[in-house]
């Protein structure tokens, strides 16, 4: 039973295409984030929802819109992809009003080509 | 100033050894800390957090956070091949919001 799960696990795709990463989790967590990993292993947030409410919206591009339809599900899609934009991108939860940490899924690598 | 700076990698240990990992941190509002483990195409599993400072002690590992010099260290006693890995701190903020470190990839040599 995965906790926090993604889906692709791999993208690769052609600059100027729009694509959409799903994440799913079963914890009951109240609160859901995408983070973006770089090459170099660093990992910066880019948007939260805390039960299907926008919380954070880092600095990123307008291209990329996160949609949470419930709390257990957060998408992120990605309009007009380009070369920069390659990277692993992390869906992560955590229970609200309990920072303990966060559980995050598997990942997705995006290669944009 | 980056708000969570780690010493920068690789690190490459034999094992049994004892590693030390380090962070600094520039802004003292929020007082929770983490340590992340990551292995090769995974995500970031959570290994320690801490509120205060002082020691916290999970088998071979401790957590050490300074508050006062702003320093959170991660030691791992008797290390193994198997926590090769990538150590990410992070520090928590508003909105659980966690400000991570930019990781360093340790390799312990059996």
């Known amino acids: 039973d995965t906790a926090v799960s993604q889906t692709p696990k791999y993208l690769v795709t052609q600059m100027g295409n729009d694509k959409s990463i799903k994440c799913e989790q079963n914890?009951?967590?109240?609160?859901m984030y995408w983070y973006k990993q770089d090459s170099k292993k660093f990992l910066k947030i880019m948007f939260s929802?805390?039960?299907?409410?926008?919380?954070i919206n880092e600095t990123v591009p307008n291209r990329f819109s996160p949609k949470s339809p419930d709390k257990a599900h957060l998408n992120l899609h990605i309009n007009s992809l380009e070369l920069g934009d390659s990277a692993v991108y992390f869906c992560?939860?955590?229970?609200?009003?309990?920072?303990?940490?966060?559980?995050f899924g598997s990942g997705t690598r995006l290669t944009v080509v | 100033q980056k708000e969570v700076e780690q010493d920068p990698g690789p690190l490459s240990v034999p094992e049994g050894a004892i590693v030390s990992l380090n962070c600094t941190y520039s802004?003292?509002?929020?007082?929770?800390f983490m340590w992340y483990r990551q292995y090769s195409r995974k995500g970031p599993e959570l290994l320690m957090y801490?509120?205060?400072?002082g020691n916290k002690e999970d088998g071979r590992f401790t957590a050490q956070v300074d508050k006062s010099s702003k320093y959170i260290s991660l030691f791992i006693r008797d290390s193994q091949p198997s926590d090769s890995a990538t150590y990410l701190c992070?520090?928590?903020?508003?909105?659980?919001?966690?400000?991570f470190g930019k990781g360093i990839t340790l390799s312990v040599r059996p």
């Open positions: 929802y805390n039960n299907k409410e926008l919380i």
């Open positions: 802004n003292s509002a929020f007082q929770y």
């Open positions: 801490t509120y205060s400072s």
């Open positions: 992070a520090r928590g903020g508003a909105n659980s919001k966690l400000t």
């Open positions: 992560a939860s955590s229970q609200d009003k309990a920072p303990g940490g966060y559980t």
């Open positions: 914890l009951g967590h109240d609160t």
